[in-house]
């Protein structure tokens, strides 16, 4: 993929374990990873920085301004 967009809240499990799971394999290393979220409190940045996490985007969110930071971390030249 060129973008891991992950939602922190998912039915059965945690954003964060699955992105835990997913972390150790090379593949993804280079891949930008935007977590959509809930909680943004300070221990809770500091706590995505250090799983490498790009951008955190707290919910409830525009869709529009998602679709920009998304655009940008791929460097894609649009217009909205």
């Known amino acids: 993929p060129d973008i891991i967009l992950l939602d922190t809240i ?8 699955i992105l ?3 972390l150790p394999h090379l593949e993804i290393q280079n891949i930008p990873i935007m977590l959509l979220t809930e909680r943004m409190r300070l221990a809770d940045r500091q706590l995505y920085s250090d799983l490498g996490i790009t951008s955190a985007i707290s919910k409830p969110f525009d869709t529009i301004d ?14 909205f």
Not at 10 to 17: A, F, W
Not at 66 to 79: G, H, M, P, R, V
């Open 10 to 17: 998912l039915p059965n499990i945690k954003g964060l374990r």
């Open 20 to 22: 835990e799971t997913l």
């Open 66 to 79: 998602l679709a920009k930071q998304i655009a940008t971390k791929l460097n894609w030249d649009l217009e």
